[in-house]
């Protein structure tokens, strides 16, 4: 059993790192945390042994990626139903897996930054995200929250340009493997304190105003313990795996006339129980 309900990863003023424990269930974001007081844990990351909570608080000044670095992200596509329909295809009969790099890695409340060649064609997908807690290999349907961590929120920054089959050849993580394509954040949530994940609502929000998602885990076709027997089908998933678990309807792609994003647009993804994560398209120039 994780020996936290909600932590935060932050910077102090005077530069130290620590992970902090969020007390109460209220939806936390940037403005709730910054500046506030946290009982820390001793122990340099929540899959340490010794990881445990100690009478010392620290004021956060800078809130950072819930993970220091992630070993890989499996991805899962089309796993929300209505999705599928929007999409105009079938479901499919298993999990549609793809990967992104540990560069990919971003804060909740970083920058993303967009090569000129991504530029035409940005999207969003909100996504429920699982971090593996020990190393995970053959799980069964009836073991696979055993090694849950936790859960945090996830935005699958893509580039549907790189994406089409003609430029991919199908292989959907050339399109969302760029660096900092998968800001993750802003808590930890411990599987006691969430409860049934798959009862979970979510949403993006554009610009502050414009909701672009906004849906519920229970859509989801494949559900978290058939993914993660499936990926660690003779497959070792370390400690520090995310799992993205797939997005719902509403995607830039698929609105009419589509919504790509543009320059200086800021992505908000707020999950409940988990919280909201804020991160801005920055367009590099060529």
């Known amino acids: 059993m994780a020996p936290f309900s909600r932590i935060v990863r932050f910077r102090n003023s005077a530069g130290q790192v620590f992970y902090g424990e969020v007390p109460g269930d209220d939806l936390v974001d940037q403005k709730s945390l910054l500046g506030s007081k ?3 844990y001793k122990g340099e990351t929540p899959f340490d042994h010794d990881f445990s909570l100690t009478d010392k608080k620290e004021e956060i000044s800078e809130i950072l990626a819930p993970l220091a670095h992630v070993p890989v992200f499996e991805c899962v596509g089309v796993n929300y139903l209505k999705h599928v ?29 967009v090569h000129p060649d991504c530029q035409g064609e940005m999207d969003y997908e909100a996504e429920l995200c699982v971090i593996i807690g020990k190393d995970c290999k053959n799980a069964t349907k009836e073991n696979a929250l055993d090694y849950v961590l936790g ?4 935005n699958d920054v893509s ?11 199908g292989q959907h993580g050339s399109a969302k493997g760029f660096d900092k ?13 969430i409860g049934d994940p798959h009862k979970l609502t979510l949403k993006t929000i554009v610009n502050g ?14 559900k978290l313990p ?21 997005t719902p309807s509403g995607v830039a792609a698929f609105m009419k006339p589509p919504g790509y994003l543009k320059d200086g647009d ?17 367009f590099e120039k060529a």
Do not use: C
């Open 38 to 40: 946290v009982a820390v």
């Open 151 to 154: 859960y945090t929120a996830g």
């Open 159 to 169: 580039s549907r340009f790189w994406q089409r089959k003609e430029r991919s050849g």
């Open 85 to 113: 329909q929007e999409t105009g295809g079938e479901a499919p009969k298993y999990p549609v897996i793809f990967k992104k790099a540990a560069d990919a890695l971003a804060g909740p409340y970083e920058d993303v930054p």
């Open 181 to 193: 394509f998968a800001p993750i954040g802003p808590v930890i949530v411990s599987p006691k304190a």
């Open 266 to 282: 800021v992505v908000d993804v707020e999950i409940e129980k988990i919280g909201r994560l804020s991160n801005k398209m920055v």
């Open 226 to 246: 058939e993914i993660i027997a499936h990926l660690s089908r003779g497959t070792t998933l370390r400690p520090g795996t995310v799992i993205m678990s797939g």
């Open 209 to 222: 105003s414009e909701v672009r998602q906004e849906s519920s885990t229970d859509d989801l076709i494949f």
